[in-house]
């Protein structure tokens, strides 16, 4: 190799000795980024996933709390209905057992006052006659 050779291939080398020495670098500095803890952004990460969390088990505890309440009330309301069903029911059972025992009543006194005439009531006109004749 000539001397013009040399000095032609010294600037490539130059260069290229620069871009090794950037090139080192950057992997050393990327390195070193890679191997430093990471506390803030793991905590920050980690925090912001338990306030989710905390707040979707809030959530769902509300929900759970607001539903609870609804189905004790229709609950509530269901058997008020039932009770008022059945207190209906059994008022119509005495007002229907009253009504039997008065016609009940009422047939004893017709049957009681047919036993206890004298003279059936379609002989009455006869027995009339009768009383008539011997009063004369």
Same mark, same amino acid.
């Given at each position: 190799?000539?001397?013009?050779?040399?000095?032609?291939?010294?600037? $490539?080398?130059?260069?290229?000795?620069a871009?090794?020495?950037?090139?080192?670098?950057?992997?050393?500095?990327?390195?070193?980024?890679y191997?430093?803890?990471?506390?803030?952004?793991?905590?920050?990460?980690?925090r912001?996933?338990?306030l989710?969390?905390?707040?979707?088990?809030?959530?769902?505890?509300?929900?759970?709390s607001?539903?609870?309440?609804?189905?004790?009330?229709?609950?509530? /309301?269901?058997?008020?209905?039932?009770?008022?069903?059945?207190?209906?029911?059994?008022?119509?059972?005495?007002?229907?057992?009253?009504?039997?025992?008065?016609? $009940?009543?009422?047939?004893?006194?017709?049957? $009681?006052? $047919?036993?206890?005439?004298?003279?059936?009531?379609?002989?009455?006109?006869?027995? /009339?006659?009768?009383?008539?004749?011997?009063?004369k």
């Amino acid at each position: 190799m000539s001397l013009r050779d040399r000095i032609e291939d010294a600037p $490539d080398v130059v260069l290229e000795r620069a871009l090794k020495n950037f090139r080192s670098s950057v992997h050393a500095w990327s390195e070193a980024a890679y191997s430093r803890p990471r506390t803030a952004a793991s905590v920050v990460r980690h925090r912001s996933w338990r306030l989710a969390a905390s707040c979707a088990l809030g959530c769902v505890l509300a929900a759970g709390s607001v539903t609870g309440v609804v189905h004790e009330r229709h609950h509530r /309301q269901e058997m008020a209905r039932v009770a008022a069903a059945a207190r209906t029911a059994e008022h119509e059972r005495q007002v229907a057992a009253e009504r039997v025992r008065v016609e $009940d009543e009422d047939l004893l006194a017709t049957v $009681d006052s $047919d036993v206890s005439r004298e003279v059936p009531s379609a002989m009455e006109p006869l027995a /009339q006659l009768m009383v008539e004749d011997e009063t004369k």
